[in-house]
């Protein structure tokens, strides 16, 4: 699976960004998608991740109720919808992809294939 980020960018604290990541290469619909982030000087952190049909969401308690996470398996794309920014949010934001939903959701080994990251700078 080839994986495509894209949508960061910068803002002020309070604001709103979506990223989205388009995938190709095998079936989407199979992998559980994940977003990473890593903010400089910092070690990369989960964010979230959604089951392979969507129906289950898993959010990082920094994130729960900012951030929604969804995918649409007919446009091999998974999004992360990020309202209420904080600076702390700022970070480079990796989407990635994993076969199984693994009983530890911020396992990088868990996830088999990442895209190349895009930038949110989030500015107070």
């Known amino acids: 699976v080839q994986l495509q980020a894209s949508g960061g960018g910068s803002v002020q604290a309070g604001g709103s960004l979506r990223l989205s990541c388009a995938a190709s290469g095998r079936t989407f619909s199979n992998y559980v998608m994940g977003w990473f982030r890593q903010a400089s000087g910092k070690e990369r952190e989960f964010v979230v991740r959604?089951?392979?049909?969507?129906?289950?969401?898993y959010y990082a308690d920094s994130v729960r109720g900012r951030f929604t996470i969804s995918r649409d398996n007919a446009k091999n794309t998974v999004y992360l919808q990020m309202n209420s920014l904080k600076p702390e949010d700022t970070a480079v934001y990796y989407c990635a992809a994993g076969r199984y939903w693994h009983s530890d959701a911020a396992l990088e080994n868990a996830y088999n294939y990442w895209g190349q990251g895009t930038k949110v700078t989030v500015s107070s």
């Open positions: 959604i089951s392979t049909s969507g129906a289950v969401k």
